[in-house]
């Protein structure tokens, strides 16, 4: 069994007066936070708060673009170029990371959110293009990936740091894509659920899938997504149960 795992989460994806998720009691729990942009979700205030509350933590801080659509929370494909996606993303990342200097924080790496995290995990061409953004805007920042899919091959074709991430509370499929929102199998919800399948993955390297016999993937971070109302919860109970059986909870990078 692995001796260590990162845990994160989708933080700061609140908007003006609109709330999403309990960011203070989820950053108590997580190592590592992907802080909304400003485009599926957040705004100046709320990456700033964010991101004061990852530093008193001491959690690390990595940069989360999605699609600029707040009415969809990025979970819808918005038809684009590959090269308007990538000056997409580094306008995200460079708002980030210019609060982050307000804040005295570094933004550590990437990670795509929802419909163009899983547009890059299957498209060759948008996963080069986000690659390319990251290298070109910081020599030293890293990407987080869905794990065994195209952005993980493509920041290692490109030698471009690149960890790999599995989901706590999401179904996948025997491509290793995680199984669609609208679908059956979708979300876990009971978070003992989760971390048995977590501990059982720590053991094996095995992800059950909801098509076929379970697929092998590598992680070096687990996912808890932060904008259900049981998300701190269930944070807590993997992560009780995981350092219970001898694993510690450590970020995959230092801040």
Known sequence: MSL?????SDLGESFGPWQMGNDPDMLKVVTSANVACGGHASD????FKTLELAKQNN???GAHPGYNDKE?????????QPVEIGRMVAVQIGSLTAIAALVG???SYVKPHGALGNLAARDKDVAA???RVVAEIDKELSVLAISGNELEHAARAAGVPVYSEIFADRGYLSSGQLVPRDKNGAMIEDANEAADRLLAFMKDGLMPVIDGDPIRLNAQSICVHGDSPTAVSMAQTIRQKLTAEGISIQPFLTS
């Open 4 to 8: 260590k795992i990162d845990l994160n």
């Open 129 to 131: 293009e986000i690659v």
């Open 105 to 107: 924080v570094k933004v």
């Open 59 to 61: 959690v690390v801080v």
């Open 72 to 80: 969809g929370f990025g979970r819808r494909v918005i038809p684009m």
């Open 44 to 47: 100046p205030e709320t990456m």
